[in-house]
């Protein structure tokens, strides 16, 4: 390999800080602000389909009309939970009754704190398992009026049905009863 002359080294030294200095731009600004573009594009994106979404649910209606109309049916719907457990046993026990169902047995576990709060209360889930013993029809109202009456909020998670003798049903029940609570 021939010398290189002094103006040859200098095209070389500066080509490769030319280089050296695209390298560090593309490192130190071009990439981190495309990241930070991309984020903001992203909140935009998220923030258009929280609008959309508002949007939606006002329906061309006055927004703030829609959102008193909303806390209006999460007011009703926190009275819908109980805060003690004694009306909970009082309502189950008393429907059991009025449809000629023997409760046998009921088991109240410990409460589960929701993670989610509602407007200053604090939501917990009352685990419940019954036995019953009734007819077939009387179980089927029974479990129409725990899903549909709206004084409970009441969840059915197992059920399970046997029968010795016809036409009475040996049920064991269990079912998350949701309560409220003010903080």
């Known amino acids: 390999m021939k010398n290189l002359t002094k103006a040859q080294l200098k095209i070389i030294y500066l080509v490769l800080i030319l280089i050296v200095a695209f390298i560090l731009f593309l490192f130190i600004i071009f990439f981190p602000q495309r990241r930070k573009l991309s984020e903001i594009k992203a909140e ?11 949007t939606s649910l006002s329906q061309g209606k006055d927004l703030a009309q829609v ?25 189950l026990s008393k429907n059991a009754r009025k449809l000629e169902i023997d409760v046998k047995n009921m088991n109240l576990a ?10 200053g209360y604090v939501i917990e889930e009352l685990p419940i398992v019954m036995s019953l013993s009734c007819g077939y029809k009387a179980l089927g109202e029974y479990l129409n009026i725990l899903k549909n009456d709206n004084v409970l909020l009441v969840k059915v998670k197992q059920l399970s049905i046997r029968s010795q003798k016809r036409p009475v049903l040996e049920v064991n029940m269990q079912i998350s009863v949701f309560m409220a609570e003010q903080e």
């Open 67 to 91: 959102v008193r109309n909303i806390d209006k049916e999460l007011d009703k719907a926190v009275e819908l939970l109980p805060a003690k457990e004694e009306l909970i046993i009082k309502y």
């Open 110 to 119: 410990e409460k589960k704190q929701l993670k989610d709060k509602v407007q």
């Open 44 to 54: 935009i994106a998220r923030t258009d389909a929280q609008i959309n979404e508002i």
